[in-house]
């Protein structure tokens, strides 16, 4: 599989408006008269498809409630279409349910409710077009093409998530995952595991009662993820180190987010912190080498992170966060998914609306990185890396949670 970088990047993007009210277009047009972007419009999602089929678009928003096809049935369309197009969803906050379906199927990256303030989308949607052209990048697209055959998620995980929106029952949820024996076999041995110490569980449907339907998500994405690619014997130790560095996160990063004064619904984006470090996983398997040289350079010139050590090395626009972005995205996974990934060493480039995330992961990271690295003569240091809003007790807290959970890392997972 080859991919080719966008040939001008300088251009406007084309974004597609499809509403089935006509008021409510000329609005839309006369409101982004002035922007960086081109304003396509459709009153139907056939029209829109139509406009598709004759022009590049880089963004579809589309509203919900349409005659003859809705909006989940247009983007849906879109997805398989035009895969390369980002898709958004408008919803009035009644249907806000509708708008998270969108997110949690793959059919949309985000959704903006009604009423929206023009400025606000504005800035989203050059935000997105601002992100699809870091993710076409002639550099990085040169390293994905390095990858013969792309990893994808396996259908298991899609079956999952639209019974899960569904509302399915748990032992309808548990018959799903065991249609897969060897992924099955695999949930039970992290459900078991020190990190969750459950201990006896036997079953699907014991695990999902225990654990949760987040918790058992969780799991399988990160089953998913690393299950379908061939690991040696000797990169067991680099990704059992990322994998407890993104349970950590995945941990930490609610109870830290909801602290913050006027934070989104943290329910909206679960699983965030499980898919940030991505592009470590894909480097370890596919550029093996190369996550070893970053290593020596961390090393080397120590005190220094996973990124500087890529940007000292010469791997800027290519690094791990562009690459876990790209995948986080050719998965069709939620736009917040996607700016965590891409922007949690440099926070102040992601978007306003998902900002604070961003902010929480790197400081989080951070923290993880720091107690990692820890002996007596620092542990004053990361205490004092405590943003003002979160209560030293928490803090603290943390932090022991942190150094137990890596200093008994041995034994928090099998081999998976």
Known sequence: MSIEADSDTSERGNVLFVDDELNVLRSIKRGFLHSSFQVLTALSAREGLQILDKVAVDIVVTDYRMPNMDGLRFLQEVRERYPGTARVILSGYIEKSVAVESLTRGLASTYILKPWLNEDIERRLEHILTTRKVLQSKKLLDTINGITNLPTLPPIYQEFMEAVQNE???ADIALIIQKDPSVATKVLQIANSAFYGINSCSSINQAAVTLGLDTLHDILLTISVISPMEWGREQFQPLHEILIHSFLMNQHLPVVYS???????????P???????????????????RFQAVLRAMDECAPMNFYEAELLLGFEKNSHQEIGAYFLDYWNLPEVFIETAL????????????????EMSNY????????????????ESVLALRKSFIPEKVHTRMIEIIGKTISEGHSLFVSI
């Open 259 to 269: 602290l913050k004064p006027d934070a989104i619904a943290y329910r909206d984006f």
């Open 364 to 379: 989080i990271e951070t923290l993880i990185e720091s107690v990692y690295n820890m002996d007596d003569a620092l542990h």
């Open 343 to 358: 922007y949690h060493h440099c926070p102040k480039k992601s978007s306003d609306h998902y900002r604070e995330i961003v």
């Open 168 to 170: 399915r029952s748990m």
């Open 271 to 289: 699983s965030v912190g499980l898919t940030f470090d991505v592009g470590k996983i894909i480097l370890l398997q596919y550029y093996p080498d």
